[in-house]
Protein backbone atom coordinates (compact mmCIF):
# COMPACT_ATOMS: atom_id res chain seq x y z
CA UNK A 1 0.00 0.00 0.00
CA UNK A 2 1.49 3.43 -0.70
CA UNK A 3 2.39 5.95 2.02
CA UNK A 4 2.71 9.14 0.82
CA UNK A 5 4.31 10.97 4.23
CA UNK A 6 5.44 14.53 5.06
CA UNK A 7 8.85 13.98 5.15
CA UNK A 8 11.40 15.56 2.75
CA UNK A 9 11.35 14.09 -0.88
CA UNK A 10 14.49 12.08 -1.54
CA UNK A 11 16.31 12.74 -4.50
CA UNK A 12 15.95 9.75 -7.30
CA UNK A 13 18.32 6.76 -6.01
CA UNK A 14 19.47 3.12 -7.33
CA UNK A 15 16.95 1.40 -4.62
CA UNK A 16 14.24 3.28 -5.73
CA UNK A 17 11.16 1.62 -8.20
CA UNK A 18 10.37 4.12 -11.23
CA UNK A 19 7.23 4.90 -13.09
CA UNK A 20 7.72 5.70 -16.85
CA UNK A 21 5.89 7.79 -18.95
CA UNK A 22 5.51 8.99 -22.56
CA UNK A 23 3.03 11.16 -23.35
CA UNK A 24 -0.21 9.72 -22.10
CA UNK A 25 1.43 6.05 -22.26
CA UNK A 26 2.96 4.13 -19.53
CA UNK A 27 6.12 2.00 -20.84
CA UNK A 28 6.21 -1.34 -19.46
CA UNK A 29 8.66 -4.54 -20.16
CA UNK A 30 6.50 -6.52 -19.96
CA UNK A 31 2.46 -6.54 -19.70
CA UNK A 32 1.49 -5.03 -16.35
CA UNK A 33 4.83 -4.60 -15.11
CA UNK A 34 4.93 -0.70 -14.63
CA UNK A 35 7.36 -0.49 -11.56
CA UNK A 36 10.74 -0.29 -13.25
CA UNK A 37 14.24 -0.82 -11.35
CA UNK A 38 16.77 1.87 -11.63
CA UNK A 39 19.35 -0.52 -13.36
CA UNK A 40 16.77 -1.39 -16.02
CA UNK A 41 16.45 2.11 -18.01
CA UNK A 42 19.48 4.70 -19.35
CA UNK A 43 18.37 8.05 -16.63
CA UNK A 44 18.95 10.80 -18.63
CA UNK A 45 20.62 14.33 -17.17
CA UNK A 46 17.01 16.36 -18.39
CA UNK A 47 14.58 13.43 -16.80
CA UNK A 48 12.39 15.28 -14.22
CA UNK A 49 11.91 12.29 -11.55
CA UNK A 50 8.71 13.10 -9.04
CA UNK A 51 8.40 11.35 -5.50
CA UNK A 52 5.13 9.40 -5.55
CA UNK A 53 5.44 8.19 -1.54
CA UNK A 54 7.15 4.44 -0.32
CA UNK A 55 5.58 1.33 -1.85
CA UNK A 56 6.51 -1.75 0.81
CA UNK A 57 9.19 0.27 2.16
CA UNK A 58 10.72 1.16 -1.46
CA UNK A 59 10.65 4.79 -2.68
CA UNK A 60 8.39 5.36 -5.88
CA UNK A 61 9.21 7.73 -8.51
CA UNK A 62 7.64 9.24 -11.51
CA UNK A 63 9.45 10.29 -14.76
CA UNK A 64 8.41 11.32 -18.34
CA UNK A 65 10.50 9.51 -21.34
CA UNK A 66 10.73 11.49 -24.51
CA UNK A 67 11.42 8.56 -26.35
CA UNK A 68 11.18 5.10 -25.87
CA UNK A 69 13.71 3.16 -24.20
CA UNK A 70 15.40 0.35 -25.50
CA UNK A 71 13.72 -3.02 -24.13
CA UNK A 72 9.96 -1.27 -23.30
CA UNK A 73 7.03 -0.91 -25.00
CA UNK A 74 3.98 1.34 -24.15
CA UNK A 75 0.52 0.45 -22.67
CA UNK A 76 -2.32 2.78 -22.52
CA UNK A 77 -2.90 3.87 -18.87
CA UNK A 78 -6.73 3.24 -18.91
CA UNK A 79 -5.81 -0.22 -20.19
CA UNK A 80 -3.08 -0.54 -17.72
CA UNK A 81 -5.17 0.78 -14.87
CA UNK A 82 -8.01 -1.89 -15.26
CA UNK A 83 -5.55 -4.75 -14.62
CA UNK A 84 -5.03 -3.07 -11.50
CA UNK A 85 -6.09 -4.11 -7.98
CA UNK A 86 -7.47 -1.03 -5.83
CA UNK A 87 -3.58 -0.44 -4.04
CA UNK A 88 -1.69 -0.60 -7.44
CA UNK A 89 -4.55 1.46 -9.18
CA UNK A 90 -3.93 4.10 -6.58
CA UNK A 91 -0.54 4.28 -7.52
CA UNK A 92 -0.73 4.35 -10.78
CA UNK A 93 -2.94 6.69 -10.90
CA UNK A 94 -0.89 9.34 -8.57
CA UNK A 95 2.08 9.06 -10.46
CA UNK A 96 0.25 9.61 -13.47
CA UNK A 97 -1.79 12.85 -11.65
CA UNK A 98 2.05 14.16 -10.09
CA UNK A 99 3.48 14.02 -13.48
CA UNK A 100 0.78 15.79 -15.47
CA UNK A 101 0.48 18.28 -13.10
CA UNK A 102 4.46 18.82 -13.39
CA UNK A 103 4.56 18.83 -17.14
CA UNK A 104 1.23 21.52 -17.16
CA UNK A 105 2.40 24.14 -14.54
CA UNK A 106 5.99 24.84 -16.29
CA UNK A 107 4.79 28.36 -15.57
CA UNK A 108 3.06 31.04 -12.91
CA UNK A 109 -0.51 31.16 -13.84
CA UNK A 110 -0.89 34.61 -12.40
CA UNK A 111 3.11 36.53 -13.35
CA UNK A 112 4.06 33.95 -15.57
CA UNK A 113 7.76 33.36 -14.52
CA UNK A 114 9.16 29.92 -15.36
CA UNK A 115 8.11 27.40 -12.33
CA UNK A 116 11.46 25.88 -11.34
CA UNK A 117 11.57 25.17 -7.69
CA UNK A 118 9.34 22.30 -6.15
CA UNK A 119 8.93 22.48 -2.04
CA UNK A 120 10.94 20.14 -0.72
CA UNK A 121 8.62 17.86 1.40
CA UNK A 122 5.05 18.94 -0.62
CA UNK A 123 3.79 18.49 -4.04
CA UNK A 124 3.49 22.22 -4.59
CA UNK A 125 5.36 24.54 -6.59
CA UNK A 126 6.54 28.41 -5.62
CA UNK A 127 6.48 31.01 -7.59
CA UNK A 128 9.90 32.96 -7.21
CA UNK A 129 8.62 36.07 -8.33
CA UNK A 130 5.11 36.67 -7.03
CA UNK A 131 4.95 34.01 -4.28
CA UNK A 132 1.87 32.23 -5.66
CA UNK A 133 1.63 28.67 -5.02
CA UNK A 134 0.77 25.99 -7.44
CA UNK A 135 -0.48 22.56 -5.89
CA UNK A 136 -1.37 19.50 -8.37
CA UNK A 137 -4.97 19.89 -10.03
CA UNK A 138 -7.72 17.81 -9.04
CA UNK A 139 -11.57 18.40 -10.28
CA UNK A 140 -14.20 17.17 -8.39
CA UNK A 141 -17.25 15.08 -10.45
CA UNK A 142 -19.65 13.08 -9.46
CA UNK A 143 -21.07 10.47 -10.61
CA UNK A 144 -24.84 9.06 -9.82
CA UNK A 145 -26.62 6.14 -9.87
CA UNK A 146 -30.60 6.81 -10.13
CA UNK A 147 -33.05 4.64 -8.91
CA UNK A 148 -36.48 4.51 -9.75
CA UNK A 149 -38.62 1.52 -7.98
CA UNK A 150 -36.29 -1.86 -9.37
CA UNK A 151 -35.11 -0.01 -12.24
CA UNK A 152 -31.96 1.76 -12.76
CA UNK A 153 -31.63 4.46 -15.04
CA UNK A 154 -28.67 4.41 -17.62
CA UNK A 155 -27.42 6.99 -20.09
CA UNK A 156 -25.16 6.99 -23.36
CA UNK A 157 -23.23 9.82 -24.07
CA UNK A 158 -22.43 10.79 -28.10
CA UNK A 159 -18.57 9.55 -27.43
CA UNK A 160 -19.94 5.74 -26.29
CA UNK A 161 -19.75 2.80 -28.15
CA UNK A 162 -23.75 2.30 -29.25
CA UNK A 163 -24.17 -0.45 -26.92
CA UNK A 164 -22.54 0.89 -23.73
CA UNK A 165 -24.67 3.16 -21.06
CA UNK A 166 -23.56 4.35 -17.91
CA UNK A 167 -24.36 6.69 -15.60
CA UNK A 168 -25.06 10.58 -15.09
CA UNK A 169 -21.53 12.07 -14.67
CA UNK A 170 -20.02 15.96 -14.27
CA UNK A 171 -18.09 18.43 -12.95
CA UNK A 172 -18.65 20.27 -9.79
CA UNK A 173 -19.40 23.96 -10.71
CA UNK A 174 -16.92 26.72 -8.50
CA UNK A 175 -18.93 27.38 -5.27
CA UNK A 176 -21.29 24.34 -5.40
CA UNK A 177 -21.79 21.55 -3.19
CA UNK A 178 -21.51 18.26 -4.21
CA UNK A 179 -25.07 17.38 -3.34
CA UNK A 180 -25.82 20.39 -5.35
CA UNK A 181 -23.77 19.30 -7.98
CA UNK A 182 -25.60 15.92 -8.49
CA UNK A 183 -29.29 17.59 -8.70
CA UNK A 184 -27.58 19.68 -11.29
CA UNK A 185 -25.85 17.07 -13.64
CA UNK A 186 -29.37 15.12 -13.38
CA UNK A 187 -31.79 17.98 -14.16
CA UNK A 188 -29.43 19.17 -17.20
CA UNK A 189 -28.62 15.67 -18.38
CA UNK A 190 -31.63 14.12 -18.17
CA UNK A 191 -34.39 16.42 -16.87
CA UNK A 192 -35.60 14.75 -13.93
CA UNK A 193 -35.43 15.74 -10.22
CA UNK A 194 -34.27 13.46 -7.64
CA UNK A 195 -34.65 13.06 -3.35
CA UNK A 196 -32.77 11.30 -1.27
CA UNK A 197 -28.76 12.01 -2.72
CA UNK A 198 -26.38 9.90 -0.58
CA UNK A 199 -22.40 9.52 -0.95
CA UNK A 200 -21.02 5.97 -1.72
CA UNK A 201 -17.51 5.62 -2.39
CA UNK A 202 -14.84 7.60 -4.65
CA UNK A 203 -12.00 7.17 -7.16
CA UNK A 204 -9.66 9.24 -8.59
CA UNK A 205 -9.53 9.08 -12.35
CA UNK A 206 -6.86 10.42 -14.37
CA UNK A 207 -7.91 11.63 -17.48
CA UNK A 208 -6.32 13.75 -16.68
CA UNK A 209 -7.16 14.96 -12.88
CA UNK A 210 -11.05 13.89 -11.95
CA UNK A 211 -11.47 12.84 -8.56
CA UNK A 212 -14.95 11.09 -8.72
CA UNK A 213 -17.38 11.14 -5.77
CA UNK A 214 -20.04 8.64 -6.48
CA UNK A 215 -23.94 9.28 -4.92
CA UNK A 216 -27.02 7.05 -4.89
CA UNK A 217 -30.24 9.21 -5.63
CA UNK A 218 -33.68 8.18 -6.15
CA UNK A 219 -36.26 9.37 -8.51
CA UNK A 220 -38.58 12.24 -7.73
CA UNK A 221 -40.45 13.44 -11.16
CA UNK A 222 -40.58 14.41 -14.26
CA UNK A 223 -39.54 12.83 -17.42
CA UNK A 224 -36.34 11.51 -19.41
CA UNK A 225 -35.51 14.23 -21.72
CA UNK A 226 -31.73 13.99 -22.85
CA UNK A 227 -30.01 16.84 -23.14
CA UNK A 228 -28.34 17.57 -26.80
CA UNK A 229 -24.79 16.65 -27.44
CA UNK A 230 -24.42 15.57 -23.80
CA UNK A 231 -27.21 12.41 -23.53
CA UNK A 232 -27.86 10.28 -26.79
CA UNK A 233 -29.67 8.27 -25.30
CA UNK A 234 -31.04 7.31 -21.33
CA UNK A 235 -33.33 4.85 -20.09
CA UNK A 236 -34.89 3.17 -17.02
CA UNK A 237 -33.59 -0.76 -17.29
CA UNK A 238 -34.95 -3.33 -15.12
CA UNK A 239 -32.09 -4.84 -12.62
CA UNK A 240 -33.07 -8.39 -14.74
CA UNK A 241 -32.16 -7.04 -17.78
CA UNK A 242 -29.31 -4.34 -18.17
CA UNK A 243 -27.49 -3.18 -21.02
CA UNK A 244 -23.36 -3.10 -21.72
CA UNK A 245 -22.37 -1.18 -18.10
CA UNK A 246 -18.63 0.15 -17.79
CA UNK A 247 -16.29 -2.56 -16.39
CA UNK A 248 -15.88 -3.11 -12.62
CA UNK A 249 -12.41 -1.28 -11.96
CA UNK A 250 -14.31 1.77 -12.83
CA UNK A 251 -16.56 3.39 -10.04
CA UNK A 252 -18.99 3.78 -12.61
CA UNK A 253 -19.42 0.05 -12.82
CA UNK A 254 -19.01 -0.79 -8.96
CA UNK A 255 -21.99 2.12 -8.53
CA UNK A 256 -24.20 0.01 -10.55
CA UNK A 257 -23.40 -3.34 -9.85
CA UNK A 258 -23.81 -2.17 -5.44
CA UNK A 259 -27.20 -0.57 -6.34
CA UNK A 260 -28.09 -3.76 -8.41
CA UNK A 261 -27.40 -5.55 -4.94
CA UNK A 262 -29.47 -3.24 -2.74
CA UNK A 263 -32.67 -3.67 -5.10
CA UNK A 264 -32.25 -7.36 -4.74
CA UNK A 265 -32.17 -7.04 -1.23
CA UNK A 266 -34.98 -5.03 -1.20
CA UNK A 267 -36.90 -7.28 -3.55
CA UNK A 268 -36.62 -10.21 -1.38
CA UNK A 269 -37.25 -8.66 2.01
ZN1 LIG B 1 4.28 34.22 -10.22
Redesign the pocket.
Known amino acids: MLEIGTQTHPLPHQDALYILLHRNQVLVESENQFLTPFTHFQPNSKMSAIYCGKWHGQDIFVCRFESIPKGFSEMGLRELLFLQDQHHYILLSRAHQLSTWDRDHQF?G????PMKERHPAEHTKI?Q????RHYPRISPCVIISIRKGDQILLARGPQAPKDRFSNIAGFVEAGETLEQAVAREIREEVGLEVTNIRYVSSQPWSFPHQLMAGFFADYESGDITPAPGEIEEANWYSIDDLPNIPNSATISGQLINLHVEHIQKTKSN
Open positions: CRCGSCTCNL
